[in-house]
């Protein structure tokens, strides 16, 4: 099976701009999480998508939101972006029906930049 | 969610084996302790878990002490392959509404 993959790879944007970033899962995978790596606050979780529904939520603002569509593909959009939200963006996706720990399966994250 | 302490560096000689402990003393009854490991540039990897006994698989070996307060992870054969941050995670497992928490972790690096 194809792993998750994640485009685009890289991206550049400027201060006030939004992105949009896609993950597709593992063929079968219905929950796709999605996290932000920087320097100074390392991993952290934004939020889990299961079947088009938003399942869990970590503590971001507003500004940062994901979709779900019916195939599993998610989306994850950062409005009026600032210089903090540069950072490596990874998704992972997991088995059958529940969210396990054991079978999260990452992608190689968008590395973004914003100037 | 139970807090966990680990050395922010190792190294290692390779071929020999690598011993990455984890301090989780305020772990609840119902936690595993997950490994994960991220090798530069990609994201995080699923090593092992446990409850309370020793569990062992084609990657590592993992022991957990009888008070469950700690844990130590063994990559018995270590090669240039195995630098990476290594994060030792505390959660309750399977089912919904859940989500790894990541640290610090441990940098570890093999050197030849």
């Known amino acids: 099976k194809a792993g998750v993959t994640q485009t685009p790879r890289y991206l550049i944007k400027t201060r006030g701009q939004q992105v949009t970033l896609s993950c597709s899962p593992i063929s079968g995978h219905r929950s796709v999480s999605w996290y932000q790596q920087t320097p100074g606050q390392g991993l952290q979780f934004l939020f889990e998508?299961?079947?088009?529904?938003?399942?869990n939520k970590g503590n971001f603002p507003g500004r940062f939101s994901g979709r779900q569509f019916s195939n599993s593909r998610s989306e994850m959009n950062v409005s009026t972006l600032e210089l903090g939200d540069s950072a490596l963006y990874l998704c992972?996706?997991?088995?059958?029906?529940?969210?396990?720990?054991?079978?999260?399966?990452f992608g190689p994250g968008t590395r973004l930049l914003v100037l | 969610d139970a807090k966990t302490t680990q050395p922010t560096s190792m190294d290692c000689a390779e071929g020999r084996a690598a011993n990455l402990p984890c301090n989780h003393s305020?772990?609840?009854?119902?936690?595993?302790v997950y490994w994960y490991r991220q090798i530069h540039s990609q994201g995080p990897q699923y090593i092992i878990h446990?409850?309370?006994n020793n569990e062992t698989n084609e990657m590592a070996s993992l022991i957990i002490t009888e008070d469950r307060k700690s844990s130590t992870l063994i990559l018995p054969h270590a090669t240039l392959r195995d630098t990476a941050v290594y994060y030792c995670?505390?959660?309750?497992?399977?089912?919904?509404?859940?989500?790894?928490?990541f640290g610090a972790g441990t940098r570890l690096a093999v050197h030849p």
């Open positions: 995670i505390p959660l309750r497992g399977s089912g919904g509404y859940n989500k790894l928490i």
């Open positions: 305020t772990i609840s009854g119902n936690e595993y």
């Open positions: 992972a996706s997991s088995s059958d029906g529940g969210w396990r720990a054991e079978t999260q399966y």
């Open positions: 446990g409850l309370k």
């Open positions: 998508y299961f079947s088009e529904t938003q399942r």
